[in-house]
């Protein structure tokens, strides 16, 4: 007999590939409260509160978020040669010229920042820890010979 088990280590302080899951339900929640019809004080729109100027007729739904938030979290990691934390993919939506700067983020982008790396990590391991149940572990037999 064999069992099989998997063993899950969530480590949230670095981004081991985005859950983009994670990321979408974050980003809502932290910009407009996951309304869709959300116009911001500067014009932003959506869900994800996107300035018309960066939509670019592209639209304000997830798919153009992740779009715009990809292009962003790739150039951040060519030039940083890492992968970024949860509060750096915020600040990579919010506010990306903050993290070429070396000087520290005013106080309400890192409570932001907080807020979303908070939701990021809380779905994210949700989301890993419900494939795992460890009162049913799967047991796996060889086949019996037929007699």
Known sequence: MKWLAFILVLECSALAGVDWAATR???????????????GASGERGAFQILPTVASGRGYSWTNARWILKSR????????HREATPAELYVLWHRPALLSQNRPWPAHVC????????????????????????????????????K
């Open 73 to 80: 979290l790739d150039r951040f990691e060519r030039q940083a």
């Open 25 to 39: 339900f974050a980003l809502a929640q932290i910009e407009s409260g996951d309304r869709m019809a959300s116009i």
């Open 111 to 146: 409570d932001r920042a907080a807020r979303f790396e908070n939701l990021y990590c809380g779905v994210a391991q949700r989301q890993r820890t419900s494939l795992i149940n460890w009162r049913s572990l799967v047991r796996v037999q060889a086949p019996q010979p037929s």
